[in-house]
C-alpha cells in the first residue's frame, strides 16, 4: 500500500508519495508582489513518477501559483492578482485595488494520515479584513484499475466576519467571455496540453462545461501521458459546478463556482466549498476515474 506522508519544512507541508515529495503547500512565499496577491499555494504539484504538472508566475500571468484559492473580486479588492477587469470597453487595467490571502494559524489535523489545516485571513488592499477561512486539505492514495495515483481533497469554510453582504465576483460578471474563474485553480507546467476532456463522462469541446467531474487526459511538453481528476464533492459546495479551462496559448483549469453568477458570503455568514484533484501517471480511463472521484 502506497505510504502518504505530511512533513514540516518551516511553516511549508512537505506532501510525500512513498518517499517522494509530490507537492509543497506554502502559506508565505516573500518573493510574490503585492501586485500578484500573496496567497497560499500548492507547487511543484507531481505525478508519482515526479513528474512536474504545475507552473507557477509564467510571464504571461505572474500570479498564476500553480494550484491556489481565490477570487477576482472580493467586494472592492481584487485577490487574484495582476489588473481588474472593467468590461469589454476598458478591459483589463491595473489600479492598485490588490489584497492578499495570508496564512493565521495551523489548526489540529491528522498529519500522520495526510491531513494538515490551517485559518486564513482575506485582506483586502488597505488592509481591511474581509474574510476568515477555515481550510483543510486531506491527500490520500486512490487506484484506478492497475494504476496507483494520489488524490488532494480540499475543504473550506469562508466565514465574513462584517455587517454587510460580501459579493464574491469573476470577470464574467462585467461581461467577458469565458472570464468566470475563481476558486481552487489549477496552473499547468509550460507546454501542457490535453489529448481528451470530459465531464460526467462527456467528451467536452468548450471551457464552461457543467458537471460534477472533469477529467483531463493530458500531454506534457516532453510528451508525457498524465491524467487530472477533478471533482466537486463530496460535501456542499456553493455556486456552479462549472469547468473552466485553457490550452492554448497556455493552459489551466479550474473549479468555476461563478462561471455565470457572483456570489455573496452573507454578513455574519458562511460559505463552504468541498473539492477533490486526483493526479496520475499516464492515460487513466476517464469512467472508472469519474466512479473512483465521486466514491
Known amino acids: 500500500m502506497s505510504e502518504i506522508r505530511i512533513a514540516h519544512d518551516g511553516d511549508d507541508r512537505v506532501l510525500s508519495y512513498d518517499d517522494r515529495e509530490i507537492a509543497r503547500y506554502r502559506v508565505a512565499d516573500p518573493g510574490i508582489p503585492a501586485l500578484n496577491t500573496p496567497k497560499p499555494y500548492l507547487h511543484p504539484v507531481r505525478t508519482p513518477a515526479g513528474i512536474v504538472v504545475t507552473g507557477f508566475a509564467p510571464d504571461d500571468h505572474p500570479w498564476h501559483h500553480g494550484l491556489s484559492f ?12 495582476g489588473g481588474t477587469y472593467f468590461g469589454p470597453e476598458r478591459g483589463y487595467e491595473v489600479v492598485e485595488d490588490q489584497g492578499w490571502i495570508a496564512h493565521g494559524e495551523w489548526r489540529d489535523a491528522d498529519e ?12 483586502g488592499h ?28 480540499l475543504d473550506t469554510v469562508l466565514h465574513n466576519p462584517g455587517d454587510a453582504d460580501l459579493p464574491l465576483e469573476t470577470p464574467a460578471q462585467r461581461g ?16 501542457f496540453t490535453a489529448a481528451a476532456l470530459t465531464a460526467d463522462g462527456y467528451s467536452v469541446t468548450a471551457s464552461g462545461a457543467a458537471g460534477s467531474t472533469f477529467v483531463i487526459d493530458g500531454r ?21 459546478q462549472r469547468w473552466l479551462y ?50
Open 246 to 295: 485553457r490550452f492554448d496559448p497556455f493552459s489551466l483549469a479550474g473549479f468555476a463556482v461563478a462561471y455565470d453568477e457572483g456570489l455573496t458570503a452573507p454578513a455574519g455568514g458562511e460559505l463552504a466549498f468541498s473539492h477533490r484533484i486526483a493526479v496520475f501517471d499516464g492515460s487513466v480511463d476517464a469512467d472508472l476515474l469519474t466512479d473512483v472521484l465521486a466514491g
Open 176 to 191: 467577458r467571455v469565458d472570464g468566470g474563474y475563481g476558486g481552487w485553480f489549477l496552473r499547468f507546467a509550460e507546454g
Open 112 to 123: 500522520a494520515n495526510g491531513e494538515f489545516a490551517h485559518r486564513l485571513e482575506w485582506r
Open 126 to 153: 488597505d488592509a481591511e479584513l474581509l474574510l476568515v477561512e477555515e481550510r483543510r486539505h486531506r491527500m490520500t492514495a486512490v487506484t484506478v484499475g492497475a494504476t496507483t495515483g494520489w488524490m488532494l481533497q
Open 220 to 240: 506534457t511538453a516532453a510528451g508525457e501521458a498524465v491524467t487530472v481528476g477533478m471533482h466537486y464533492g463530496p460535501g456542499p459546495s456553493a455556486g456552479e
Open 70 to 81: 481565490a477570487f477576482p473580486r472580493v467586494g472592492a479588492h481584487n485577490l487574484w492578482g
